[in-house]
């Protein structure tokens, strides 16, 4: 019995060092096959390019698409040291062909570090019909359209009082901004919708159903964030962070979706459950692949609107998790962590009107400006 513990463990052990030694530079990889190698440090998306064929990749999860058709591999690429690694055995099986010669990330000088927190990202809106299909689409939907409809969802509600700081709960700081935004939102002429606008208890799934009943445009739902720290940990973590829906790269962001989808299992939901497995983000992927360009618009938007505030990104300020509010949204969605309710001096921040009004303006400005570059994006189509 012990034997085969062991055994086990080898193989594991084994497993798990043959990855480690056969991984290849993304970069190298598209050097080596003439593809131009292209990066979106938001999205933590990358494309090789090729003459016959675009593969495209999502750091995290193993899959591949390619030819439109998604093909498993054998491992997630991930990023080390700024380097994006493949597996070699992947790569030879997509380029049918052995020659690929596996680097050392740390000692190759020659390629490129990529930057996760660089500002500089492609995000073109979702358009599922090309520009030389002149039809104009009968029923555009949500990220193709105008952008009108606007669902703000403060988090937590009633019973579920959400992170809790010394003088305040995060229910009631995220229903006061979500309000304000509302106001500041029908002043530039959207249609606002609340999933809630009082101290109730509402279901993470019946957010998402709501905004889709409502047929929103744009989902975007407030939270604050907390660490279980020391009292100095707590005071050194702060910072807003946006989230969209995407496989989390790291242990914090898992954490964070873990926290924000507790209330679903603690309070008996259905379907209720606090992390997706890789098959189903990869369902979940093809699903919104339509509306993910537009989240990510619309992230980009918020990072300009919330420099020079009072509360600064916390590391890139981006990042992404399996946040089961956003799942069932059929919209472009983030879910905003406005600052860390456990930092002591962004709780009392946070918990003061001029603050709650500062935030909302900032994200109103940032949805006044997303609205534009859809529409203008529109423009170019000839919508
Ligand atoms: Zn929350």
Known sequence: MKNLVWHILLCVALAASAWASNKVDAEQVAKEHKASFHWFPVQKTFLLAGEGD?????????YVSSHGNSVELKHAPEIADGHIL???ADVASLYKTDKTTPVVPASSSSVAKVSSSSAKVVAVPATPVPATTAAKPKNETAGTREVKTIVIDPGHGGKDTGAQGKNSNEKDIVLAVGKLLKKELEKEGF???MTR??????ELGERANLANQWDGDLFISLHCNAIDASPERKKQIKGYHVYVLRAPESEEDKAIARRENKVATLYGEKNAK???TPIEWFKLEARLEKYKQNSYMFTEEMLK?????????????VGGAGFMVLVGALMPAVLFEIGFISNPEEEAYMTTTKAQEDIAARVAKAVSTYKAAVHNYRETLGR
């Open 54 to 62: 675009t593969l495209k990749f999502a750091i995290g999860l193993p």
């Open 197 to 202: 606008d009082k101290d109730v208890f509402i």
């Open 274 to 276: 606090e992390e997706l």
């Open 191 to 193: 249609n606002v919708k």
């Open 305 to 317: 609107a919330f420099d020079g505030g009072k509360i600064k990104r916390q590391g890139g300020g």
């Open 86 to 88: 493949l597996d070699s």
